[in-house]
Nanobody, 121 residues
């Protein structure tokens, strides 16, 4: 069974930094992509950063130049380095994995439980 566990959230002042981690456990045959989403109160969950199998990254416009997504394949962990944080970045941050658990299996998506990020003075 595949499990994703996020960590690294917390309270930070505007302009500060946080690094979120997403640890993947369980048996994964192939990872197609991983991504970070955020969901602010009263809003839909939205994609903010994605990293493909070949390492290609994409970012939502509001976080470009401030956030960096990366993966440590040896440790099955994905990161989101968040710099120059703003109050509007306050949200629950979720990681998602798109992959297969076996060669003959289907592509499925797996989600973590989320970690709260609060940007406030």
């Amino acid at each position: 069974q595949v499990q994703l566990v996020e960590s690294g959230g917390g309270l930070v002042q505007p302009g500060g930094s946080l690094r979120l981690s997403c640890a993947v456990s369980g048996s994964i045959f192939s990872i197609y992509a991983m991504a970070w989403y955020c969901q602010a109160p009263g809003k839909q969950r939205e994609l903010i950063a994605r990293i493909a199998r070949d390492g290609t990254t994409n970012y939502e416009d509001s976080v470009k130049g401030r956030f960096t997504i990366s993966r440590d394949n040896a440790n099955n962990t994905m990161y989101l380095q968040m710099n120059s944080l703003k109050p509007e970045d306050t949200a629950v941050y979720y990681c998602k994995l798109l992959g297969k658990v076996s060669e003959s299996g289907y592509v499925a998506q797996y989600w973590g439980q989320g970690t709260q990020v609060t940007v406030s003075s």
